[in-house]
């Protein structure tokens, strides 16, 4: 058994000082002034208590990419930001379109027994955009949504269809919503840096055309819809007025997005190569508003490592993405809470609690009686500067190396097993 002592617990609903025993792989009581004879006892004075934090979208390239990263580093990379369940996308080579796939990553994880990893089946065989996948048997392997991440959907009758199959079997669809047609060769976000860097510049509207698509098919069979990545002030709007209308649809955003500005591109940066683009301070204005007022459901960290020679070219023909597992909760500390923007109980919802529920992992998401022991410590007033050469990911490719962060992870457990970070 372990004992936490002293503990400031962080749930979504409130806070509150207590203790926590852990007996086994659960959490047994949550209560002030616990004793147990024999515990191993963890003193949590001045420290935040949070759920372990789930990851909805990640790359973790494997397989068939593991130069960039492999299951073991993706998640000891999870472990050391605080991540104790992810989701893999399928946008591997080969692509998880099949149930052998899922069952690959589901063994996979398990004899790692680091961070729990679970697969996201692609929408389309071989993320083509034609020929819908099994999504039944896929679950039945272990996959807990589906997604052509990495690729939108193009064609709106195969989206359409998808949607309707994947709510038979209580799926849900995470979208890469973005019209192909509009973004075309851009690599940054259309505007004056754009213009004053020499590069192409993908309109928001790529964004929010393909995210409103998406939402009206959503609403057209009835099914559930996540949509990945938001990065614009109009994306937000759509989401926004789509609850309103009581469309099952939930949403994402990113530590970049709330975070950084395009002004990261001026010294061409290719860190700052992401897609969706950096934007705007509007846009990012926009985010942050969206996550206080509730419209933005989830901060995942679309964890997209690389090479550093596949980085370190050119800003046109280097890859889009930047790490995110080992610095998103720093990065949301530090920018949300510190700033007053949202409180510490919302970030547990955005990072815990709001995941859990989209994805069904009832065991998991909330500090009580019963639950599932996936816990993380924080040090709220521990100051560091982001190293990515430290990084337990094979990806270095980090937007954030160099920043001064606040809120430090001490510990972290795995079904009641206090891991190594």
């Known amino acids: 058994m372990i004992l936490l002592k002293n503990a400031t617990v962080v749930n979504a609903d409130g806070m509150c000082e207590t203790d926590v025993l852990i007996d086994g792989e659960t959490i047994s009581h949550v209560t002030p002034n616990i004793e147990c004879f024999g515990a191993e006892i963890i003193d949590c004075e001045g420290k935040l208590v949070f759920p372990g934090f789930i990851d909805m979208h990640c790359h973790l390239r494997d397989p068939g990419q593991t130069h960039k990263e492999d299951m073991e580093s993706g998640t000891r990379a999870a472990l050391a930001g605080g991540y104790t369940t992810v989701c893999c996308m399928p946008n591997t080579t080969p692509p998880l379109d099949n149930p052998a796939m899922m069952n690959y990553i589901r063994t996979r994880s398990a004899a790692l027994d680091n961070a729990d990893v679970y697969p996201i089946g692609c929408i389309t065989r071989g993320q083509k955009g034609a020929e819908l996948c099994e999504y039944g048997r896929m679950k039945e392997a272990g996959a807990i949504a589906v997604s052509d991440d990495g690729l939108p959907v193009s064609n709106g009758a195969v989206m359409l269809n998808a949607l309707k199959y994947a ?109 969706p683009p950096l934007r705007a301070s509007d846009d990012v204005d926009a985010i942050i508003e969206g996550i206080a007022d509730g419209t933005i459901d989830v901060i995942a960290t679309d964890h997209a490592p690389h090479g550093f020679d596949e980085k370190n070219k050119e800003f046109d023909y280097a890859p889009f993405g930047t790490v995110g597992l080992e610095t998103a909760f720093s990065v949301a500390y530090t920018r949300l809470v510190l700033t007053d923007a949202i409180k510490p109980t919302d970030l547990c919802r955005l990072m815990s609690a709001a995941p859990a529920n989209i994805l069904g992992l009832t065991d998991r998401g909330r500090i009580e009686a019963g639950a599932r022991a996936d816990i993380v410590i924080v040090d709220p007033d521990a100051e560091y500067t982001v190293d990515a050469r430290t990084f337990k990911s094979k990806g270095k490719n980090s937007l954030f190396d160099g920043w001064r962060l606040n809120g430090q992870i001490t510990d972290v457990f795995v079904k009641g097993e206090r891991k190594t970070l």
Do not use: M, W
Request: net charge negative; proline share 2%.
């Open 167 to 275: 709510k038979t079997f209580g799926l849900t669809v995470l979208s890469h919503s973005e019209d192909k047609s509009i973004s075309g060769t851009g690599v940054v976000n259309a505007g004056e840096n754009a213009t004053v860097c020499g590069l192409r510049g993908i309109p928001k509207a790529a964004e929010s055309a393909g995210i409103a698509r998406d939402v009206l098919l959503a609403e057209e069979a009835g099914a559930r819809l996540h949509v990945c990545h938001v990065s614009t002030a109009e994306s937000v709007d759509i989401i926004r007025q789509a609850k309103k209308r009581g469309a099952s649809v939930t949403c994402e955003t990113c530590p970049h997005y709330f975070a950084a500005t395009d002004d990261e591109i001026l010294s061409y940066n290719t860190n700052a190569k992401i897609n």
